[in-house]
Every structure is written in C-alpha cells, then in structure tokens.
C-alpha cells in the first residue's frame, strides 16, 4: 500500500474516531431513536434544499468563470464541479479537489489552469470571508444572550483563524507582494551553479511569473464587470442562508419539539465549517456543529443527532455524487480521445 492510501486512511480512521467519540459521549440508543423518529416530510425538503444548493454553487462558479473571461463553459462545469466537491469533502483543507477541477476544465473546454485557480481562488475566498462573518456574528449573538460559558474562548479561536486567512487572500492578490515572492524565487535560480539545473529553474520562474499575471488580470476582470460580481455576491449569499435554513430544519424535524434562533444556526454552520477545513470526512463540520448547537441548546443528544444529519445530507451525500459525476467525465475524455484519433486516421 502506498503513502497516499495509508494517509487517506489516517484521515478516516480520524473522523470514525471523533465522530465515534461524539457518539459516546452522547447516548447512542437516544441518538438513535431520534434519528428514526425524525419527521420524513422535513427531511425530504432538506434533501431538496441541499440539491437546490449544490446546483447554486455550479451556477455560481459558472458566474465567476464568465467573469473573469473564460468563453467556454455550458453543462460539463457542473460534473465537474460535483467530482471536486466529493474530493474537497474528503480532505483537509477542502482543497485536495480544486487541482482535479482545474485540470478537468482545461481538459474539457480547454481553459487555462491559471484561469480555472483564479475562478477556484475567487469562489474560496469568498465562501471563507462569508464563513468568518457568520462565525463572528455568531459568536457576538451567542455572547450577548449566554454570557461567556464556552462562547469567549471559541470566538478567540475564530477571530484568529478569521485573521490567518484573510491575510493569505490579500498576500495572493497584492502585486507586490507576489512579484517580491517571485523575486526571490529568481535570485535563489541564478544561484543554482548547475547550467542545466539554473536553465529549468528560470524556465519555472517565467511560467509562474507569467501564469502569476494571467491570474492577477482574471481576478481583476471579474471585479471590473459589476453585473457578474454582484450576481456571484448575492449567490454566495443565497447559498450559506441556505446552509443556515438546512440546520434549522434539521433541529425542527427531530423528536422533541426543539428549536432554534436562525442565527444560532448561522453560529452553527459558520464554526462547523471553519472546523470542517481542518477535518476531513464531515468530523470537524459533526465536531463544531454540535459544540455550538450544545451551547445554544444545553442538549448533547440532541445536539449530535442534529449536526450528525446535517453531515449525511450534504457532505456524506457529495460523494457518490461527485463520483457518479467523476465516472462521466473519463467517459466523456476516453469518447473524445476516440473520436480525435479517428479524425486524425480519415485525415
């Protein structure tokens, strides 16, 4: 077995442990019971809710995409976008499909990477920035109404994360710093003493430094044409509200007659997600998701059986979908590699 399946099993044996830890800490036959009593009409409508909303994060890359000046687009974005999302929900960081996702839109429309990292940039910094404003409106909301037990300490946590990451979006955008980044990459090449070596070196150098500006411009077309930036903002928007109803649903529908402020909801979803970048599998969006729905609740039971669903919903539901959806497109490349060897024969 190799590196990578070995690490892939860690991080899956990591979220089996948390989750299985959440489980026991809770009561399990409880847990149980409330997921089999939950109100299947509700469910129903969060299983919609959760399609509606994969379909507007499509829709939304496809916005970003047009933004910044990439002409061929259609249909297959969407398989495309399904397969990285299967692969983000089942890495750290959410990012181990964005690689895929670059290459797969260059491979089947012929866009260029640097294009398809700046539309994936574009669409993460701004989930991430939307993520944090959630997260610190919920923690003031949480603070307000429940005083300092639990709240002071998480919110510490997300104002740092909160910090850390906007400051890696502003060093990514700013010119200076990526061409004094690129400076220095330049000077430690010159330096190399073998002539082969220095050659492939400065060769890398310019390609980055090329795709480095290519990346830059598309960044700046999409914030140029108004329409499109305020089309994908508002989808954004639509999109975390979306994420915020589909707790608020969850905690409706389960046995007991709980419930809770919408905004407890958006403090849910915002630090489940923050969490959720750091552990893959759904364990750190089942982790954060139930820490805070306890604080707002007092009810551990409850509070894991809620997030635990909200997981299986959506995250848990991604991959098969993504894999369905990964199945299509290498059908649709080996057609394609068919089809242009046969044209190259007859021609």
């Known amino acids: 077995m190799n590196k990578v399946s070995w690490k892939d099993l860690l991080y899956i044996g990591l979220g089996l442990f948390l989750i299985g830890a959440l489980a026991l800490n809770a009561d399990v036959t409880n847990t149980l019971d409330r997921m089999r009593n939950i109100d299947l009409m509700l469910l129903g409508l969060i299983l919609f809710l959760y399609l509606a909303n994969t379909s507007?994060?499509?829709?939304?890359?496809?916005?970003?995409?047009?933004?910044?000046g990439a002409k061929k687009r259609g249909f297959i974005t969407f398989p495309i976008f399904l397969a990285s999302l299967a692969l983000n929900n089942s890495t750290p960081g959410?990012?181990?499909?964005?690689?895929?996702?670059?290459?797969?839109?260059?491979?089947?429309?012929?866009t260029r990477l640097s294009l398809g990292v700046a539309s994936i940039f574009a669409e993460k910094s701004l989930d991430m920035l939307t993520i944090i404003t959630a997260s610190m409106i919920g923690m003031i909301y949480l603070f307000h109404t429940l005083g300092g037990n639990g709240v002071i300490s998480m919110g510490l946590g997300v104002g740092l994360g909160g910090v850390v990451i906007i400051g890696a979006i502003l060093m990514m955008v700013n010119k200076r710093v990526m061409l004094t980044m690129i400076s220095l990459a330049g000077s430690f090449v010159s330096k190399i003493p073998f002539g082969k070596a220095r050659k492939l070196g400065d060769k890398a150098v310019n390609r980055v430094e090329g795709s480095g500006e290519r990346f830059r411009k598309a960044l700046q077309n999409l914030r140029r044409n108004r329409g499109m930036s305020t089309a994908v903002i508002l989808l954004t928007c639509a999109i975390w509200i979306n994420e915020a109803l589909r707790l608020y649903l969850v905690v409706l529908a389960l046995p007991g007659g709980y419930h809770i402020p919408f905004i407890g909801?958006?403090?849910?979803?915002?630090v489940a997600n923050i969490l959720g970048f750091l552990i893959p599998y759904g364990a750190g969006n089942v982790l954060g998701g139930t820490s805070v729905l306890k604080i707002i609740t007092g009810e551990g039971n409850l509070s894991f059986s809620a997030s635990f669903i909200a997981v299986a919903t959506s995250i848990w539901l991604s991959i098969p979908l993504g894999l369905i959806s990964l199945g299509y497109l290498k059908s649709r490349s080996t057609r394609q590699i068919r089809k242009k060897g046969g044209n190259d024969r007859l021609a």
Do not use: D, N, Q
Request: overall charge positive; proline content about 3%.
């Open 265 to 270: 909801a958006v403090a849910t979803i915002g």
């Open 56 to 68: 507007i994060k499509a829709l939304r890359w496809s916005a970003i995409l047009r933004g910044i």
């Open 94 to 110: 959410k990012v181990g499909g964005e690689p895929v996702r670059a290459y797969f839109l260059r491979e089947h429309t012929g």
